[in-house]
């Protein structure tokens, strides 16, 4: 392999994708195999020098595979993977160490993977935001805990959203048009432009963009009285990012920035196989059996993210020294607004109320507020010594506020009807809607103060050791009130979660010869524990408080990652990068639902591991061909048993069982083909088919428990009994995506057709249980198969 750690090898000198074809005329010029520079490191490095496993999808490789979005993302990297939990909620995995399905009403479980825009840290439990791919440099994708680096989150691994930064020199802008039409669905499409202004003689440059995108629904939605409302899903994702870069001398380069993003949604990508007012038990009502992309609703649903990101990050140049200071401020808000009225319904039944107080619409609102202040300042050795340092302070303090409301009109007289005169009053507890039975405020506070730092030495000249770690304190601070009948009537009750401690890791790279690196990593990672919200007891049964009710808190996580693996690059155009892995986790913080009580609790396992072997290869067959294969084959599983308070095993949580989420295989190839076309004077066409193939999977660990597809909803209501079964089968069946693209590039103009989804597909992403599967069953599923084209034009000086 050639080290641009140890030469000045020509290819060390351009930083751009990993495979490149250059086109002049009407013939094909010779390819250029271009190394990825990434900063991993907080450092710039070739990807191949990097000791230890990562990816870096490139803008081209992006526009390549067709994807839109993280989610999509992710099947084209070995190892990753994200759960969809619905418009704008994602749970992201890397290396099958996951904790299980995260719902919108566990704000105080931490993310296991950091997700950071460039500098600054942007990842959120379940709210991860969805950010467009437009205008990026790349996204990395670093495998393994990170902790040393990027602290808590990233126990399991960080992904990093590279943008493109000002360019001081050049003049150059991108404008990009798309429709497209849904099977079965909508129309979307969208507009994405891009200016870049340099100005001060070289010394500044602005870069601006902006994007809108419209999303086609495809999910149906039967309405009472037998309508249906069509496409319910659609939604919209607008956003715009400035950047403005100073160099007032060769020393010194200052870049604030903002970006901007909103998120909509008119609906949720969830498929019903039962809902309490749509099944085929019912008699006194209209008997209905669900299709597939079909669901029931009594009220419209809809999704907002709204999030703004500012920050600022100076870099300074010294003789012997770079210093770097990053400054960011987040502010979020999060609404998921949902039909709850077969979840208010349930509950309604059961506690005796007439069919017509049973049928109230209720609506579930949920918002989270974020306000995020980081601060970063990191000084690294810049010199051709054989020593290498890194270090650096890092400083976070979170506020994040999340509340809960049930608005279901005629419900306060409901409940005095039914459970006598100023029931609802006298359960308030301060809030004043007495027709929303569940009320909650939790605002929450995460302070954390880090330092951190990394030495490499070159041993000789193939053998280089890096040594590194970080000391952290966290201190974790929740407040809880709430009211309702539905709710426990905490009034001001306050929990603190404090940790600190310290991480390590070791790294160790042997460059076997011009062509093969060894690298070899042993690190440790980290996750906050924290505090579980009470049940909510009048939904529970006698069962379900003995069996949850002990788990007021969770310990914090951690994890050993060992790794091997290999980096191949030949001057022909092949890489092969390669490495096995085994992950030791002790107290893994699984979440469990808390069946009748539509609450859920988090719960440390006390052994765990995952295991596996994940490769990435590029090649370039012939000048007019490129192929790229990517593949991860991996174990999860427990290696202790979890018992309730009976002795028996809990929610799956047994030796030998797997961790929900991620599968055992994961496999994804791209194929491209370059040829000219002289009709149109010279240009140069392309075509693309990229295949994704995921694995089985499961969404929680009780899911593969012997008869955890079997629900009886034991709610009388409608001419049902309540002892009908519904029987699913909750293995997430394995599923392959082909996506089929060709186009034609003209100067600077370029044209894409394209058909993602080709066999329509319709896989089951998650399953989605209310109120333990008694009011409501569902998967949430993907997007049909989408026909579109796309058109750009580039602009430079």
């Given at each position: 392999?050639?080290?641009?750690?140890?030469?000045?090898?020509?290819?060390?000198?351009?930083?751009?994708?990993?495979?490149?074809?250059?086109?002049?005329?009407?013939?094909?010029?010779q390819m250029i195999i271009e190394e990825i520079v990434v900063?991993?490191?907080?450092?710039?490095?070739?990807?191949?020098?990097?000791?230890?496993?990562?990816?870096?999808?490139?803008?081209?490789?992006?526009?390549?595979?067709?994807?839109?979005?993280?989610?999509?993302?992710?099947?084209?990297?070995?190892?990753?993977?994200?759960?969809?939990?619905?418009?704008?909620?994602?749970?992201?995995?890397?290396?099958?160490?996951?904790?299980?399905?995260?719902?919108?009403?566990?704000?105080?479980?931490?993310?296991?993977?950091?997700?950071?825009?460039?500098?600054?840290?942007?990842?959120?439990?379940?709210?991860?935001?969805?950010?467009?791919?437009?205008?990026?440099?790349?996204?990395?994708?670093?495998?393994?805990?990170?902790?040393?680096?990027?602290?808590?989150?990233?126990?399991?691994?960080?992904?990093?959203?590279?943008?493109?930064?000002?360019?001081?020199?050049?003049?150059?802008?991108?404008?990009?048009?798309?429709?497209?039409?849904?099977?079965?669905?909508?129309?979307?499409?969208?507009?994405?432009?891009?200016?870049?202004?340099?100005?001060?003689?070289?010394?500044?440059?602005?870069?601006?963009?902006?994007?809108?995108?419209?999303?086609?629904?495809?999910?149906?939605?039967?309405?009472?009285?037998?309508?249906?409302?069509?496409?319910?899903?659609?939604?919209?994702?607008?956003?715009?990012?400035?950047?403005?870069?100073?160099?007032?001398?060769?020393?010194?380069?200052?870049?604030?920035?903002?970006?901007?993003?909103?998120?909509?949604?008119?609906?949720?990508?969830?498929?019903?196989?039962?809902?309490?007012?749509?099944?085929?038990?019912?008699?006194?009502?209209?008997?209905?059996?669900?299709?597939?992309?079909?669901?029931?609703?009594?009220?419209?649903?809809?999704?907002?993210?709204?999030?703004?990101?500012?920050?600022?990050?100076?870099?300074?140049?010294?003789?012997?020294?770079?210093?770097?200071?990053?400054?960011?401020?987040?502010?979020?808000?999060?609404?998921?607004?949902?039909?709850?009225?077969?979840?208010?319904?349930?509950?309604?039944?059961?506690?005796?109320?007439?069919?017509?107080?049973?049928?109230?619409?209720?609506n579930l609102r949920d918002t989270t507020d974020v306000d995020?202040?980081?601060?970063?300042?990191?000084?690294?050795?810049?010199?051709?010594?054989?020593?290498?340092?890194?270090?650096?302070?890092?400083?976070?303090?979170?506020?994040?506020?999340?509340?809960?409301?049930?608005?279901?009109?005629?419900?306060?007289?409901?409940?005095?009807?039914?459970?006598?005169?100023?029931?609802?009053?006298?359960?308030?507890?301060?809030?004043?809607?007495?027709?929303?039975?569940?009320?909650?405020?939790?605002?929450?506070?995460?302070?954390?103060?880090?330092?951190?730092?990394?030495?490499?030495?070159?041993?000789?000249?193939?053998?280089?050791?890096?040594?590194?770690?970080?000391?952290?304190?966290?201190?974790?601070?929740?407040?809880?009130?709430?009211?309702?009948?539905?709710?426990?009537?905490?009034?001001?009750?306050?929990?603190?979660?404090?940790?600190?401690?310290?991480?390590?890791?070791?790294?160790?790279?042997?460059?076997?010869?011009?062509?093969?690196?060894?690298?070899?990593?042993?690190?440790?990672?980290?996750?906050?524990?924290?505090?579980?919200?009470?049940?909510?007891?009048?939904?529970?049964?006698?069962?379900?408080?003995?069996?949850?009710?002990?788990?007021?808190?969770?310990?914090?996580?951690?994890?050993?990652?060992?790794?091997?693996?290999?980096?191949?690059?030949?001057?022909?155009?092949?890489?092969?990068?390669?490495?096995?892995?085994?992950?030791?986790?002790?107290?893994?913080?699984?979440?469990?639902?808390?069946?009748?009580?539509?609450?859920?609790?988090?719960?440390?396992?006390?052994?765990?591991?995952?295991?596996?072997?994940?490769?990435?290869?590029?090649?370039?067959?012939?000048?007019?061909?490129?192929?790229?294969?990517?593949?991860?084959?991996?174990?999860?599983?427990?290696?202790?048993?979890?018992?309730?308070?009976?002795?028996?095993?809990?929610?799956?949580?047994?030796?030998?069982?797997?961790?929900?989420?991620?599968?055992?295989?994961?496999?994804?190839?791209?194929?491209?083909?370059?040829?000219?076309?002289?009709?149109?004077?010279?240009?140069?066409?392309?075509?693309?088919?990229?295949?994704?193939?995921?694995?089985?999977?499961?969404?929680?660990?009780?899911?593969?428990?012997?008869?955890?597809?079997?629900?009886?909803?034991?709610?009388?209501?409608?001419?049902?009994?309540?002892?009908?079964?519904?029987?699913?089968?909750?293995?997430?069946?394995?599923?392959?995506?082909?996506?089929?693209?060709?186009?034609?590039?003209?100067?600077?103009?370029?044209?894409?057709?394209?058909?993602?989804?080709?066999?329509?597909?319709?896989?089951?992403?998650?399953?989605?249980?209310?109120?333990?599967?008694?009011?409501?069953?569902?998967?949430?599923?993907?997007?049909?198969?989408?026909?579109?084209?796309?058109?750009?034009?580039?602009?430079?000086?």
């Amino acid at each position: 392999m050639t080290s641009c750690r140890k030469t000045t090898h020509p290819l060390c000198a351009v930083p751009a994708t990993l495979l490149a074809l250059s086109i002049s005329g009407s013939a094909f010029a010779q390819m250029i195999i271009e190394e990825i520079v990434v900063t991993a490191t907080k450092r710039e490095a070739s990807i191949q020098d990097i000791p230890f496993s990562i990816n870096a999808q490139t803008a081209a490789d992006i526009e390549r595979s067709g994807a839109t979005d993280l989610e999509g993302l992710s099947r084209n990297v070995a190892g990753l993977t994200v759960q969809n939990l619905g418009p704008g909620q994602s749970q992201v995995a890397i290396r099958g160490v996951s904790a299980g399905q995260i719902v919108r009403d566990q704000p105080g479980v931490k993310e296991q993977v950091g997700v950071y825009l460039d500098e600054s840290v942007i990842s959120l439990s379940l709210f991860t935001p969805d950010l467009d791919l437009y205008d990026l440099n790349r996204v990395e994708t670093l495998r393994g805990p990170q902790g040393t680096l990027f602290g808590s989150g990233s126990v399991g691994g960080t992904i990093r959203y590279i943008t493109n930064k000002p360019n001081l020199n050049e003049f150059e802008g991108n404008v990009e048009l798309n429709l497209n039409s849904v099977t079965d669905g909508d129309i979307g499409g969208h507009v994405k432009g891009m200016i870049n202004l340099p100005f001060a003689d070289g010394r500044a440059g602005l870069r601006l963009v902006g994007y809108t995108t419209e999303y086609g629904g495809f999910i149906d939605a039967l309405r009472e009285g037998g309508g249906v409302s069509k496409d319910v899903n659609g939604g919209n994702r607008t956003g715009a990012r400035a950047a403005l870069t100073f160099a007032p001398n060769d020393m010194l380069t200052i870049t604030p920035r903002v970006v901007y993003q909103e998120v909509e949604a008119d609906g949720f990508n969830r498929q019903e196989a039962y809902n309490l007012y749509a099944n085929p038990f019912t008699t006194t009502r209209p008997a209905v059996q669900l299709g597939e992309r079909q669901q029931f609703l009594r009220l419209n649903e809809e999704f907002t993210d709204e999030a703004l990101i500012a920050d600022v990050t100076a870099d300074a140049s010294f003789s012997s020294f770079d210093l770097t200071f990053v400054a960011s401020k987040t502010d979020r808000e999060i609404l998921v607004s949902r039909d709850a009225s077969a979840l208010t319904g349930s509950v309604s039944v059961d506690l005796g109320y007439t069919d017509a107080d049973v049928l109230l619409p209720s609506n579930l609102r949920d918002t989270t507020d974020v306000d995020q202040t980081t601060f970063e300042i990191r000084a690294s050795s810049n010199t051709e010594g054989r020593l290498q340092w890194l270090f650096g302070l890092f400083y976070s303090d979170t506020d994040r506020t999340y509340a809960q409301r049930l608005p279901t009109p005629g419900y306060a007289a409901a409940t005095d009807a039914a459970l006598g005169a100023g029931t609802s009053a006298s359960v308030a507890n301060g809030f004043t809607n007495l027709d929303s039975p569940f009320n909650s405020d939790l605002p929450y506070n995460v302070e954390q103060t880090a330092v951190f730092g990394e030495v490499s030495y070159d041993i000789n000249e193939e053998v280089q050791l890096t040594v590194g770690g970080r000391f952290y304190d966290y201190t974790d601070k929740r407040t809880i009130t709430s009211g309702g009948l539905f709710a426990n009537g905490d009034f001001n009750e306050s929990d603190t979660t404090s940790s600190d401690g310290f991480t390590p890791r070791v790294m160790l790279s042997w460059d076997l010869n011009d062509d093969m690196t060894f690298n070899a990593q042993a690190s440790q990672g980290f996750r906050l524990g924290g505090v579980n919200d009470p049940l909510n007891v009048t939904l529970c049964s006698a069962d379900d408080i003995a069996t949850f009710g002990g788990f007021q808190k969770f310990a914090d996580e951690t994890l050993w990652n060992y790794e091997a693996g290999l980096k191949t690059q030949y001057d022909n155009g092949v890489t092969f990068n390669a490495a096995v892995f085994y992950t030791d986790i002790d107290d893994l913080q699984v979440n469990l639902d808390a069946n009748n009580c539509s609450s859920r609790v988090a719960v440390n396992v006390k052994d765990s591991h995952t295991a596996g072997v994940e490769f990435e290869l590029s090649a370039q067959p012939s000048e007019s061909f490129e192929v790229s294969i990517a593949g991860s084959i991996l174990e999860s599983e427990f290696d202790s048993t979890f018992l309730d308070v009976n002795g028996s095993p809990l929610a799956g949580l047994i030796d030998g069982n797997r961790l929900a989420s991620v599968p055992e295989f994961q496999f994804a190839a791209t194929g491209s083909y370059y040829f000219p076309v002289e009709m149109f004077g010279g240009s140069n066409g392309f075509a693309t088919m990229t295949v994704h193939h995921v694995g089985d999977r499961f969404t929680q660990p009780g899911d593969q428990v012997t008869g955890a597809g079997q629900f009886a909803s034991g709610l009388a209501f409608g001419g049902a009994t309540g002892n009908e079964l519904n029987v699913l089968d909750l293995q997430l069946d394995p599923y392959t995506i082909i996506n089929l693209s060709a186009g034609v590039e003209m100067g600077d103009w370029s044209a894409t057709a394209y058909i993602h989804n080709l066999g329509d597909e319709n896989a089951n992403l998650s399953f989605d249980r209310e109120r333990g599967g008694r009011a409501r069953l569902a998967f949430r599923t993907n997007t049909p198969r989408t026909i579109g084209i796309t058109l750009r034009r580039n602009f430079s000086n």
